[in-house]
């Protein structure tokens, strides 16, 4: 859109409605939510779909304020990344929101539907459906302490509330980051508070990202890897050393299968990208957030921890608001650290500007994953899946363990450890995402019904994305993707079908 404005232009008015089919907007049937009974909206804007609801000026380095009046029916509530969520419904349906902080249009966001809250903490609460609502105030409980960990590390929190908003499953990211109003999906809520990093996380972006942005999609790593660094250290801060080694060990083995996807010498394995011409969404991928993590913790080991927080807690402060390149952040380093022999002993340029990982990649070391190789080790030379040691085994040692079972396991093999484990009937979806692609690969057929099950119900495309790749990869099984895939993908997000389609086409 071009508007020809004349330099005694003060205001430009856009009168416009948004088509029904806009890419950031899902618009869930009563049946498509937890509970059944009411219809839902939720946006989803970040990378570029803010575009498809709003017209603006749609790129990261770009902010800001807005005021807003929704009106919708009385039985639902409205709530936005603004100042105005209140908690309750109103008796007219009318809402009124303000963000007086400048935002970047990717973190404009709306969420309507059979909302109730809980407050956890003076400053911090959760919406989400009346059904679902206690296993969310459960499972976020440590919600306060986060909030102040974070401000421990790199000062005050600028966005006055910090609440979360549940969407329903076809919610396509595991989190998303509006300001003031975190969005998640309900695959968090693992029953055990297990999977709550992705809180840390997305409450680490309060700081990098929604302070200091990323000025291009190019530059995104300063979003994400910062994030996952900052979501390690209050991991780390909460829940010990040792929880956030286990984090980190399956951060490493992530990146190190992106990279092997993408192929060794991708360009989309530098941290800094080239996303000229392309859809962002299609380069934006693990590599920003897990090189980009190993690249900042390699900077604390080399400059040591209190040195290093001194320096991002200033850089949060001084670039507040303002959006951030690759280059800029690279100057500010190296104005801040004197010691060029340890500057040098970065190799900035490896990770920044070249593919794969940098032979000074940082080693992350669990002991409590060590023992479950050891079991792992164990089954190998005999032991019966039944007779392994597991009491105590959190989420990730699970995860650990699925991941690193052999990969010629023969299919009597995964039977008997599913007879031990019952990880075909697990609840936790991140166990059965991976759970189901050993199951493909083992061509274990009583696992379908769970996996249609699942794939019918969960948009979470991180969750869904590999076993459909997986089923790919055969003809019998690609004939059954597309088959589930057609019952499904009405039900999932434009984000999640827009993958999909492409690995299914
Ligand atoms: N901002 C991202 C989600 C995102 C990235 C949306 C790029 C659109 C384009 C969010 O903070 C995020 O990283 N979410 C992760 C969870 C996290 C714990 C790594 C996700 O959704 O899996
Ligand atoms: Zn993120």
Redesign the pocket.
Known sequence: MTISITPKTKKVHVYYTTSPNAGALQWLEQSQTSGKQKPFLFT?S??ILARTWVPCMDGPGVRFTYTATIRTRPDLAAVMSAAGNSGTKTADGVYKFEMKQPIPSYLLALGVGDLEFRPLGHRGGVYAEPNVVEKAAYEFVDLEKMISAAEELYGPYRWERYDLLVLPPSFP?????NPRLTFATPTVLAGDRSLV??VA??LA?SWSGNLVTNATWDDFWL??GF??YF?QRIMEKLYGREHSEMLATLALKDLKETIEELGATSPDTHLKLNLKGRDP?DG?NDVA?NKGYFFLRLCEETFGREEWDGFLKEYFNENAFKPMTTELFLKHLNTYFKDTSKKESLHINAWVYAAGIPDNCPQPQSSEFEKVSAKIEAMKNGTPAVQLQTQGWTTHHWLYFIRNLPDSLKLEKLIEIDYAFYFTRSGNQEILCEWFQRCIKAKYETANGPMRNYLMNVGRR?LIKPIYTELAKTPEGKAWAKEVYTKARPGYHSVSYNTIDDILK
């Open positions: 989803q970040q990378a990211f595991g989190g998303m980051e990093a992705l996380h997305e972006h979003n994400e994030t996952v979501e969404d934006m957030y991180k």
